[in-house]
């Protein structure tokens, strides 16, 4: 049996449609579904328990975050294997089992994921990446790797020119559509909860490789991933930054580390002011220079360490 590990906080619709989804057609194997709540406030609890009343539901009365939410809910689990899935997705007919057969054919990997589509259809580049490095942070800081999108040597964080159309070990699974061992997960102490969202998948994909894991990746499990669900785009990027940040300073030495991180932090100043100067001939434009204005004025908060709490109690009220 495995069980799957989903972890929410408000955002009662996009549970239930992901729900809805695995109970409309479920997995052959055998399997539990456990939805943590991280102390929503707009009743997702009371959806889950009158609306989908097979489901382990874990209630937590404050927000512990996707790294703390799922170590909760691995801790309740009974299966064999965990299978993390972020609530804002929809998984049809056929994709967990696929997962599933994939990894007893490839069980050296340890790690093993799906690729995941954005409800347009579009493939979503973002959630079978390569390892922070140098090069990579500053190509991603420059803003190389937006503009070219499809060069392998430009985008190498994101594999670009990679279709993911094929199996490829990659260098780290996203949490959103993640499949690993139960016992491994424990030997490796979960995900670190200093990592309140994002970038805590990527350090257990670190962790677990430096243990002998190869994780790997099939494009045929798919599921549908919407993304950004969890929080406003000057949110998201204040935790993705700041988690970007520690991964570079933990993972890529004293030296590396230090320029990786000077990378980010001025690739953000960049952004700001080319958005600010952009924004007044290209009147569309505003509302990204709002966000990164915000995010920008953060910085003292998010390149200090990696956030480990919700924001909300870093920000004047």
């Known amino acids: 049996m495995f069980s799957i590990v989903i972890v929410c906080w408000n955002k009662r619709d996009a549970s239930r449609a992901c729900l809805a989804s695995l109970r409309a057609a479920p997995p052959t194997t055998d399997h539990e579904i456990i939805l943590v709540d991280n102390g929503s406030s707009d009743d997702t609890a009371a959806m889950v328990r009158e609306q989908f009343p097979h489901v382990n539901l874990v209630s937590s009365s404050t ?12 801790a309740h689990a009974r299966g064999e294997q ?6 804002d997705t929809k998984v049809p007919p056929g994709a967990i089992d696929a997962l599933a057969a994939f ?19 579009r493939i979503n580049p973002t959630e079978s990446l390569a390892l922070p490095t140098l090069w990579g942070s500053f190509c991603v800081a420059s803003g190389l790797a937006a503009l070219f999108p499809g060069s392998r040597m430009l985008n190498s964080e994101s594999y670009g020119g990679w279709k993911r159309d094929t199996v490829r070990e990659v260098g780290m ?60 785009p000057e949110d998201m990027w204040t935790y993705l930054l700041s988690a970007k940040l520690e991964l570079a300073r ?16 001025r690739g953000s100043q960049l952004r700001s002011v ?17 966000i990164w204005r915000v995010v920008w004025s953060r910085r003292a908060l998010w390149s200090a360490c990696a956030i480990a709490d919700p924001i909300a109690g870093h920000l004047p009220i």
Request: aromatic share 8%.
């Open 63 to 74: 927000n512990l975050g996707f790294a703390g939410g799922a170590n909760l809910g691995a």
């Open 82 to 87: 965990l299978l993390f899935l972020n609530n």
């Open 103 to 121: 990894a007893r054919e490839r069980p050296e990997a340890r790690i093993w994921g799906g690729r995941t589509l954005r409800p347009d259809g």
């Open 173 to 232: 699974i996203a949490g959103c559509f993640m499949l690993i061992g139960r016992r491994f997960f424990k030997e490796l102490g979960g995900f670190d909860t200093r990592f309140f969202l994002y970038g805590e998948d990527v350090d257990l994909n670190i962790r677990a490789r430096e243990r002998g894991a190869r994780p790997l990746f099939t494009p045929h499990a798919s599921i549908v991933h919407a993304g950004g669900e969890s929080s406003r």
């Open 250 to 265: 933990r993972h890529l030495g004293p030296v590396r580390g230090r320029l990786a991180a000077a990378c980010l932090i």
């Open 274 to 290: 080319v958005l600010t100067l952009a924004a007044i001939p290209i009147r569309r434009l505003a509302p990204k220079r709002d």
